[in-house]
């Protein structure tokens, strides 16, 4: 079954901006670039890693594709589970800006992103779609259902600006907790899958001189 799932870098704060180092992106000014790499332990790779194994394509935002594809086709050590499964399995690229890509295995979604990932879901020799980062295409797919699955990892660190994944206006979605780890330099890796069920809200009140909970 096609699943579509994100993976993306938080801080506590839910910053995504700028995770890998200081000027990976300057946007609006933002000077706290790098923030992942001091956290970046061998519990971390192994679960990275084990992100990577599970896909059978991905989905990228047309900044993370050009980071992207300045770095993984040079590391061509077999071993690498995330260079491996980059360089070898398709890459469906969202832009307005790009019209041609020059990395193996890269295909434009078209002007119609979201319709182009719907085609995708319903062939069902599309398997596992990642996006990694992409946090504008992540939101434009949630405003349309179409992100299944968010893995999230939640870093030790506040920095009070950059770029969030959750901006305010982001479409209202109730989530299951599927799995929660902990590394060993203290980064928490969420797995939420969405719900079937609206968002929905209750109010505390008393009640026989007790708190209770009410619909």
């Given at each position: ?12 704060d ?22 992942v ?7 971390m ?11 059978d394509?991905f989905?990228?935002?047309?900044r ?17 589970p995330v260079?491996t ?14 019209d ?11 002007p ?17 779609l ?9 939101r ?41 780890r ?16 609206e ?8 009640a ?8």
């Amino acid at each position: 079954m096609t699943t579509i799932s994100s993976t993306m870098f938080l801080t506590l704060d839910g910053v995504t901006q700028g995770p890998g180092s200081p000027d990976e992106d300057r946007t609006g000014g933002f000077e706290r670039g790098g923030w992942v790499v001091p956290y970046f332990d061998e519990d971390m790779a192994r679960t990275v890693a084990e992100t990577f194994e599970e896909a059978d394509g991905f989905l990228l935002g047309r900044r993370t594709y050009e980071l992207f594809a300045a770095h993984w086709p040079q590391v061509t050590d077999p071993g690498d589970p995330v260079a491996t499964r980059l360089n070898a399995l398709p890459k469906h690229v969202a832009t307005r800006t790009l019209d041609h890509l020059d990395w193996a295995g890269s295909h434009l979604l078209g002007p119609d992103v979201p319709e182009a990932v719907r085609r995708l879901r319903q062939d069902p020799a599309t398997g596992r779609l990642q996006i990694h980062g992409s946090a504008a295409l992540v939101r434009a797919l949630m405003s349309h259902g179409l992100v299944d699955e968010f893995r999230l990892y939640v870093f030790p660190v506040v920095l009070g600006t950059g770029t969030r994944l959750f901006e305010e206006g982001v479409t209202p979605t109730a989530m299951e907790l599927a799995e929660v780890r902990t590394t060993g330099s203290g980064v928490v890796y969420q797995v939420y899958r969405r719900s079937s069920a609206e968002v929905r809200s209750g109010t505390f009140t008393v009640a026989g001189g007790r708190t209770v909970q009410r619909p």
